[in-house]
């Protein structure tokens, strides 16, 4: 048998980006948006993104939504990526275009089995891997044996609320606590426990349960995505997190956008920051994981310690910004490395230069825009995706359908990209869709700015919708999940 020739080393970035410009192996994303790699295409010419929410109306050429008898109930993230996988018009837009990789944000056995029989190539680490790194007491021994330390904390269980505080005190942490459950969206599995009414409200989820607990510092949260590859850990662009403000979401304490700009810590923190991440990154090459993954970090306000907050060991709510950056000001988005792990290529570059390019750019946030209201309804009236202008006197209007968010100039512009559209329910909680804006959006104090709210304001009330029937009005029956 003839062996396969061996394929010649990428050398520079100027081969690697002919690479990707000439390969015609497709590279399937996967997901119920575009969102977290929206623009890749613009590198990668063999991108293709396969989604179940319509976000452009059919007007992206590298999108393919199937088609859908009404509104459907997802109980989680990886149940959409496997419908969509078994989807008969999904299998044929795969047959017609032929097998290649695929990428996901979540996916399960489930989605596992029904890629391989599209013949599709899994461009992530390992199910098994990504669900043990994933959880927070992982997180702690992982950054523990890297040299990246969690905030002081302790992990145990705890049976009743003196039980809990009889530990922590043992542990130094204070009376003031934060409780995490190991897996599950940080506003959704994370307590602040001071009080036996704190206790009480929160018991049902806590007792019986792993938890870590730590000490509540006054902290300024944030995150950092990288890629762990066989030439070291890049490291992308610092963000700081949009956190709680119920112009955004309902969820206290709730992720609600991202702003990517130096905001009060410096540069010597943000130095520290990357170099925390480089760290995590290569100890987690050494465990079996590469590509990209986010480091989310806290800074203590009250003495400037860093802390590692958790791993998001995925394509994440940070990988737009990141991928923006990276590419819009050093010309080489961090996912490409991503890509690079899994073809079957050999690459080498100077990935110190790569990085350099990275860290100067203009501000850059994005809001996502969860339903803050109560009601429960179909929509009738949607704002489209693209482009939208704020003027002079604070009103917000549609500019033009667009579809590269690269395309946002000004600091009175917006993208925006949306989620539900007509003929979905919109409920308590809902990602509606997500801003892009070329500004920052929270002040060094953690506020937002008024110009944010405006903007939340404005494409918010552009949905029209009717009351669905009072016997099925129940969220939590019309829940799809959580999807940006």
């Known amino acids: 048998m003839t062996e396969a020739p061996e394929r010649p080393t990428l050398r520079g970035l100027s081969e690697i980006y002919r690479f990707f410009r000439e390969n015609t192996t497709p590279i399937y994303f996967v997901s119920p948006t ?12 063999a991108m293709r993104y396969v989604c179940y929410f319509d976000s452009f109306d059919g007007a992206h050429d590298h999108i393919f939504v199937p088609s859908h008898a009404g509104p459907r109930e997802f109980e989680t993230f990886e149940s959409v990526n496997s419908y969509l996988l078994g989807h008969k018009e999904v299998i044929d837009h795969v047959t017609e275009l032929g097998p290649g990789y695929v990428v996901f944000v979540m996916f399960d056995d489930e989605t596992e089995r029904l890629a391989k029989q599209l013949g599709l190539t899994i461009a992530l680490p390992p199910r098994e891997l990504r669900e043990r790194i994933d959880s927070k007491i992982e997180t702690t021994r992982l950054g523990n044996e890297a040299g990246v330390p969690s905030a002081p904390n302790v992990m145990t269980r705890a049976e009743s609320f003196d039980d809990l505080m009889a530990q922590a005190e043992q542990a130094g942490l204070g009376r003031r606590l934060v409780v995490q459950l190991p897996y599950g969206d940080s506003g ?21 349960e792993d938890l870590k607990v730590m000490k509540n510092i006054r902290h300024l949260p944030g995150t950092v995505e990288a890629c762990a590859t066989r030439h070291g850990t890049l490291v992308g662009p ?6 709680g403000f119920p112009e955004l979401t309902p969820y206290k304490g709730g992720w609600c956008g991202n702003d990517c700009a130096p ?9 520290k920051i990357r170099e925390m991440a480089a760290k995590l990154g290569n100890r987690l090459y050494e465990e079996g994981y590469r590509g990209v993954f986010c480091m989310d970090y806290l800074i203590d306000l009250d003495d400037e310690s860093v802390y590692l907050g958790e791993i998001n060991p995925r394509i994440s709510g940070a990988s737009p910004l990141t991928n923006l950056i990276t590419s819009r000001y050093g010309g080489a988005p961090l996912f490409m490395f991503h890509m690079l792990e899994f073809m079957d290529v050999d690459w080498e570059c100077d990935v110190e230069f790569i990085q350099a390019r990275w860290r100067e750019f203009d501000r850059w946030s994005q809001l996502v825009l969860k339903q803050t209201t109560d009601e429960v309804e179909i929509i009738t009236e949607a704002p489209p995706s693209g482009l939208w202008r704020m003027d002079e006197n604070g009103e917000v209007s549609f500019v033009r359908m667009e579809t590269d968010w690269h395309n946002v100039t000004g600091h009175d512009e917006a993208f925006y990209l949306r989620v539900y559209g007509v003929n979905e329910y919109r409920y308590p909680g809902a990602d509606l869709g997500v801003l892009l804006v070329r500004d ?45």
Do not use: C, H
Not at 194 to 203: L, S
Not at 263 to 271: D, V
């Open 34 to 45: 575009a969102y977290n790699i929206l623009g890749i295409d613009d590198f990668i010419s």
């Open 188 to 208: 959704r599995t994370t307590f602040f426990i001071e009080t036996q009414e704190d206790w009480d409200k929160n018991a049902e989820n806590l007792v019986g």
């Open 238 to 243: 610092v963000q700081v997190d949009l956190t």
């Open 263 to 271: 905001i009060s810590f410096g540069m010597k923190n943000q130095s």
């Open 440 to 484: 920052r959006m929270q002040t060094a104090e953690r506020e937002l700015v008024p110009k944010a709210a405006v903007w939340a304001k404005a494409i918010m009330s552009k949905f029209r919708g009717v009351p669905v029937a009072a016997e099925i009005a129940q969220p939590e029956d019309l829940l799809y999940g959580k999807w940006l």
